[in-house]
């Protein structure tokens, strides 16, 4: 079983600030298949990025992912009120797990 | 548009059962594996089962294994997850999400319902 720690639990941010979050994982993802969400109070998930590093549809160009092995990054390069949310990594090479979350707060 | 409406939550008392549907929309529902996956109040995502597009395939976290049941019936465009045995822990928004990925396998989750709360407690 692949379990994924993210760090930092919590990043207090302000408006037009870069987000480095970090997704460890305790194996060797398969294929890089590494995705990240976001969710906000009361909504469902939202896919941001699929296979390490690909955008999902629709997604601003703000948003990037990066990493392989067992090391894995979402960056937000310029912080929107709108990005302040709970985000989560989801390993699916091997089964599936998600890690426990970063909340990127307003700071 | 890709729709994912999630229905039949509600309270029950530990031991008991409850049966939670999810009704899709705005795709060929026949064509993609489907999962749902539970998240507890202020906690994170856990993955629960999985079903590919023919049933042929079903997989289960150990933390419901021999308690839930997942099946769809491809005919309604519906899947539907038979919770039993339920515990106070099971409480959660349960949400139906769709696989990206073709194969026998779990992918990614490109859309989701907005979930149903099933409530455990007596």
């Known amino acids: 079983e692949i379990v994924l720690t993210q760090s930092p639990g919590t990043l207090s941010l302000s408006p037009g600030e870069r987000a480095t979050l970090s997704c460890r994982a305790s194996q060797s993802v398969i294929s890089n298949y590494l995705a990240w969400y976001q969710q906000k109070p009361g909504q469902a998930p939202r896919v941001l990025i699929y296979?390490?590093?690909r955008r999902a549809t629709g997604i601003p160009d703000r948003f990037s992912g990066s990493g392989s092995g067992t090391d894995f990054t979402l960056t937000i390069t310029r912080l929107e009120p709108e990005d302040f949310a709970v985000y989560y990594c989801q390993q699916y090479g091997t089964s599936t797990a998600f890690g426990q979350g970063t909340k990127v707060e307003i700071k | 548009e890709v729709q994912l409406v999630e229905s039949g939550g509600g309270l029950v008392q530990p031991g008991g059962s409850l049966r939670v549907s999810c009704a899709a929309s705005?795709?060929?529902?026949?064509?993609?594996?489907l999962s749902w996956v539970r998240q507890a109040p202020g906690k994170g995502l856990e993955w629960i089962s999985y079903i590919t597009s023919n049933s042929a395939t079903i997989y289960y976290a150990d933390s419901v294994k021999g308690r839930f049941t997942i099946s769809r019936d491809n005919a309604k465009d519906s899947l539907f997850l038979q919770l039993s045995s339920l515990r106070a822990e099971d409480t959660a928004v349960y949400y139906c999400?769709?696989?990206?990925?073709?194969?026998?396998?779990?992918?990614?989750?490109?859309?989701w319902g907005q979930g149903t709360l099933v409530t455990v407690s007596s």
């Open positions: 296979g390490a590093s």
């Open positions: 705005g795709f060929s529902f026949s064509s993609y594996s």
């Open positions: 999400a769709r696989d990206d990925d073709g194969d026998n396998r779990i992918g990614y989750f490109d859309y």
